[in-house]
Nanobody, 122 residues
Framework: VQLQASGGGSAHAGDSLRLSCTASGHNAGDYTLGWFRQAPGTARDFVARVSVSGWNKIYADSVKGRFTISRDGYKNTVHLQMDSLKSEDTAVYYC????????????????WGQGTLVTVSS
């Protein structure tokens, strides 16, 4: 499975940004898709994930109510709409694909996309 991410960039606190990631390859549609992020000097952390059907979604507490994940099943594309951005959202964001929906451990990710930098200035 290959993951191609797009979006990101720079924003001011309170602004919005949107990330997208398209999964391709054998059985790409069988994977839970999600996002992790890594700020400088910190570990990679879970942000949000969406099930194969697109109906079930889980968010990290730090982004709940501000970020919205969605999935276009036909295109195997996942979007992360990031609203009310804060400076602490600054990080490299990584698209992820995993067979197991019921975990957010980094070790459980089967495939990673290339990172995309999000910078939020206060």
């Amino acid at each position: 499975v290959q993951l191609q991410a797009s979006g990101g960039g720079s924003a001011h606190a309170g602004d919005s940004l949107r990330l997208s990631c398209t999964a391709s390859g054998h059985n790409a549609g069988d994977y839970t898709l999600g996002w992790f992020r890594q700020a400088p000097g910190t570990a990679r952390d879970f942000v949000a994930r969406v099930s194969v059907s697109g109906w079930n979604k889980i968010y990290a507490d730090s982004v709940k109510g501000r970020f919205t994940i969605s999935r276009d099943g036909y295109k195997n594309t996942v979007h992360l709409q990031m609203d009310s951005l804060k400076s602490e959202d600054t990080a490299v964001y990584y698209c992820a694909a995993m067979l197991n929906y019921y975990t957010e451990r980094v070790e459980a990710v089967d495939y990673w996309g290339q990172g995309t930098l999000v910078t939020v200035s206060s």
